[in-house]
């Protein structure tokens, strides 16, 4: 059985850079997908904020894994109703993996709950990233540290919540550093922040970048049946309680009815 995975990509810069468009002539999204592909255990295909839903309608997600999201310029253009949308699927078990700019992304920042602001330089330096948590599955086959030669600095305070675990940690030529591999759950799903990926920079051709990728999305994959269940309040009535008890006092709602909301 293969990972089905969606890589979302705003798709803007491409086409109004020319840096970026001599580097991703067919999109970050298509060259994150094509690495991917090489993959036999996964099936990766692309969605793009100019589409109908931004290429996320309710069908597709729901016959998504894992969801791997890029955006910088635009990301108030995200509708509202796909954020829901996205965020349901990561609490019913659907990975979900956010990458560099997408800090900002209105369904990082929703699952989060939290600003998710860092500092930021764009100047073209190292990025040394040092893998602190080499036992983890998202570090497997990768070396105790390695370097990007051009990148945008990122540095903290990195105002997310305690992650569940930091894998990687980057140190920048400026004196800078970042946690910048980090995990989360948020009901069901599982989520990874991956720094890297400057738009100007030829960062998703390097293969180490990639094979971060790769294995984030085998561990991000949850194999169990949607937990859609996770939405429900049910109102349970007094005779289908667990153990015998008399109804005392008054109450808001009648037998059955729906709770507010």
């Known amino acids: 059985m ?31 997908a094509d690495a991917l592909n090489r993959d036999t255990g996964i099936e990766a295909t692309t969605a793009t904020l100019q589409e109908p839903d931004h290429g996320l309608s309710a069908a597709r997600l729901d016959a998504t ?22 965020a349901a699927r990561v609490h019913e078990g659907m990975g979900l993996i956010v ?3 997408g800090h900002f992304a209105k369904v990082f920042k929703r699952l989060m709950g939290t600003p998710c602001a860092l500092k930021w330089r764009e100047a073209g330096e190292r990025e040394r ?14 070396p105790e540290q390695f370097v990007l030669e051009n990148e945008e600095m990122y540095g903290e305070f990195f105002s997310v919540p305690e992650p569940l675990e930091t894998v990687f940690i980057s140190w920048f030529a400026g004196g800078e550093v970042f946690r910048s591999g980090l995990t989360w759950r948020r009901g069901a799903g599982n989520i990874f922040y991956f720094r890297p990926g400057h738009e100007t920079y030829p960062t998703y051709h390097n293969e180490t970048i990639q094979q971060v990728i790769c294995n ?15 939405h429900d309040a049910p109102n349970v009535p007094v005779d289908k309680a667990l153990e015998p008890i008399e109804e005392r006092g008054p109450k808001l709602h009648k037998a059955g009815e729906a709770g507010y909301r």
Do not use: C, F
Not at 5 to 27: A, F, K, M, S
Not at 67 to 77: A, N, R
Not at 129 to 142: C, D, E
């Open 2 to 32: 293969t990972i089905k995975t969606v890589v979302w990509g705003e798709n803007i810069h491409e086409h109004i850079n020319d840096v970026v468009g001599r580097l991703y002539p067919q999109g970050m999204h298509t060259t994150i």
């Open 65 to 86: 894994d894992v969801l791997i999201w890029w955006g910088h310029k635009d990301h108030g253009s995200v509708r509202d109703e796909v954020v829901e949308r996205v």
């Open 99 to 101: 990458l560099h700019s």
């Open 129 to 142: 990233i040092w893998t602190v948590n080499p036992g983890h599955p998202i570090a497997a086959g990768i």
């Open 216 to 230: 984030a999305v085998k561990w991000a994959y949850n194999p169990r049946p949607a937990l859609k269940s996770i």
